[in-house]
């Protein structure tokens, strides 16, 4: 019984807080992004699975080559030597807005970005998921430092190159 009243609070919570700020938004006008909760209800009328969604269409990018796309490591240099990637790693980037997101093929990471038109890109403190992977910690610490002195970026609708002040990134489109 107190899990019923406690799911009812809750709900009524969460209706309350949508409710907004008293200015009704007219349904027919386009909004630049959509965050929205899915909630799937068991039988028993308990939460079982939520999950935040964020979609963007293209046309809300500021770069539209760069973001939204998942971008894969297709090779690197550092102090001026070309590296091998490490068998079956996958190592990615994404970019949407002023955050920077992915794979470090063993670790997740995520932080801030900056990007400008004239091919100036900044990133900030990147933070990581914290899992030891044999055999690819090594590449992953390389191109997370590379990731992390980025200076410079160009891109085109298939490539993406990454210039910091000891190496290179090179990256395909994967989507």
Known sequence: MRKIL???ALALFVLASCGGNGSEQN???NTSSADTIETTVTEQGTPAEQSIKTSYAEEDYQFPKIEGKVWELASYTMDGSSRD???SSILTMTIEGDKIFGSGGCNSYNGGVQLQS???IK???LATTKMLCRNIM???QVFLQLLQ???LYSVNQLFMEIESKN????FRSGI
């Not at 190496?167 to 090179?170: C, E, K, M, R, V």
């Open 167 to 170: 190496g290179s990134l090179s």
């Open 123 to 125: 990133i900030g403190e």
């Open 27 to 29: 349904p027919d006008e």
């Open 118 to 120: 004239d091919g100036v």
């Open 138 to 140: 090594t590449q992953e």
């Open 85 to 87: 990637l490490q068998d």
């Open 6 to 8: 406690f799911l009812v």
């Open 149 to 151: 002195e980025a200076q």
